[in-house]
T-cell receptor, first 111, second 113 residues
Framework: QKEVEQNSGPLSVPEGAIASLNCTYSDRGSQSFFWYRQYSGKSPELIMSIYSNGDKEDGRFTAQLNKASQYVSLLIRDSQPSDSATYLCAVNIRGRRALTFGSGTRLQVQP | SQTIHQWPATLVQPVGSPLSLECTVEGTSNPNLYWYRQAAGRGLQLLFYSVGIGQISSEVPQNLSASRPQDRQFILSSKKLLLSDSGFYLC????????????FGPGTRLTVL
């Protein structure tokens, strides 16, 4: 099992729909979780962080964390073509100095 | 506010040539610094991290090395490049008060021919 696992996609949604991106992790003791957006040819950009179970909202983005089930998700409401990118899930695995990243999910928002 | 710079932005080098990539951070002191590599269509691979001047930890044995000669400067080097060294090299930093949250620089795209 990968330490941080994401479906590679592509996930295709129509403009205006809700995009749901999922991530599972293996270390039950992980405490910090992050979502990054990476446009093609560009570096990852931090979108959100979440540390507690439940939902955290920031504009059109909502991060959801369920530590018991070891998954974290990102919802993008009112998806726009400009949201088309690869979304990376990152987890702070216990004992590691740096974040561990999933391989990313490619999102395509169709106009 | 904090900013992170990397140069060069792109680089094409022949196999066997040396490499030096530079990363600098502005607007913060004592950052943790990281070098990642992202191969085409792949995830991020941590190469090195540093918690202070001269303190380097290597995650993956390879022909690359890193140095931190100043608090906010991080350098990635190689004496002889391999074809497999091609990729997108990303420098990142995190703060002393919140070491979890990492911010990335613009990256260097390296092609080894």
């Amino acid at each position: 099992q990968k330490e941080v696992e994401q479906n590679s996609g592509p996930l295709s949604v129509p403009e205006g729909a809700i995009a749901s991106l999922n991530c599972t992790y293996s270390d039950r003791g992980s405490q910090s979780f992050f979502w990054y957006r990476q446009y093609s040819g560009k570096s990852p950009e931090l979108i959100m962080s979440i540390y507690s179970n439940g939902d955290k909202e920031d504009g059109r983005f909502t991060a959801q964390l369920n530590k018991a089930s070891q998954y974290v998700s990102l919802l993008i409401r009112d998806s726009q073509p400009s949201d088309s990118a690869t979304y990376l899930c990152a987890v702070n695995i216990r004992g590691r100095r740096a974040l561990t990243f999933g391989s990313g999910t490619r999102l395509q928002v169709q106009p | 506010s904090q900013t992170i710079h990397q140069w060069p932005a792109t680089l094409v080098q022949p196999v066997g040539s040396p490499l030096s990539l530079e990363c600098t951070v502005e607007g913060t002191s004592n950052p943790n610094l990281y070098w990642y590599r992202q191969a085409a269509g792949r995830g991020l691979q941590l190469l090195f991290y540093s918690v202070g001047i001269g303190q380097i930890s290597s995650e993956v044995p390879q022909n690359l090395s890193a140095s931190r000669p100043q608090d906010r400067q991080f350098i990635l080097s190689s004496k002889k490049l391999l074809l497999s060294d091609s990729g997108f090299y990303l420098c990142a930093w995190s703060g002393v008060s919140n070491t979890d949250t990492q911010y990335f620089g613009p990256g260097t795209r390296l092609t080894v021919l």
